[in-house]
């Protein structure tokens, strides 16, 4: 039998202070299978995804964020790796990695949130959903310490939230915004 699955993900926000529903934040996604969970890069991309956080109510894609931040990119980005995991056939347990603690703390209903009810609601129900069907777990990785997939998924973010495509990975570095 295969490993388990690693999910990484992140948010990123322009400037992250004042912000509102027009502020652009964005969300990365990076599955990866055959991790071993240092950030060496073991392991082979699966899947990657990104894009913008969605603050208009009537948008298709509106989970409940009141305004782009950083917060909301990384709640966002949990949201997108819930439900890739929700349509995957595959048995194997799926582990959500996060540079933000606050994310996967609300995600997994630890932490409650504060601000931006809605979109935590959404996160925490669809939470609910995946372990009722799944194994599914979380841990924290630290940010911008050269971990090859987060790093990755930091790129993602940083590039949606700029309104930019990723580099592929044949031009990509770790630590490159």
Known sequence: MKGPLHLYVDGSCLGNQN???STPAGWGLVVVE???GL???KGEIVFEDSGLVETDSGAENYFGAEVGSNNTAELTAFI???????IQSDDRPAVIRADSQYAGNIASS?????KNKELAKYVQSLWNEVSSQKEISWNHVHAHRG?????????LAARATNGEKPLSLGFWKPGMR
């Open 147 to 155: 971990h090859r997939w987060n790093e990755r998924a930091d790129h």
């Open 80 to 86: 997108y790796a819930l439900r890739w995991v929700l």
């Open 19 to 21: 912000v509102d529903h």
């Open 34 to 36: 055959g991790d071993n």
């Open 39 to 41: 950030g060496t890069g």
């Open 110 to 114: 630890k932490w409650k949130a504060k």
